[in-house]
């Protein structure tokens, strides 16, 4: 799933090379911690955090698969 996280985070900022995704499993839900360049913090919000919405949405899709509830956090340094 962080992978998933990564491949879409590169694809939309300036600086694909600074993106960090680390991902902390615990029982009922794990959580995916995304870190990127503060001048691409906007790129993965997006207008009304609408960018954002739809990397979580593509997260729940994803993690039906796996039978576990993942949450994406972005960490802003």
């Known amino acids: 799933m962080k992978e998933l996280v990564g491949v879409i985070a ?14 902390s499993s615990g029982a009922p839900v794990s959580v995916i911690e995304l870190r990127v360049n503060p001048q691409d913090l906007g790129k993965i919000i997006g207008r009304q955090g609408r960018t954002a919405k739809s990397i979580r949405s593509l997260l729940a899709a994803a993690s039906v698969k796996h039978r576990k509830r993942f949450t994406l956090e972005i960490v802003e340094d």
């Open 10 to 23: 590169r694809a939309l900022v300036d600086h694909p090379d600074e993106v960090r995704v680390t991902a």
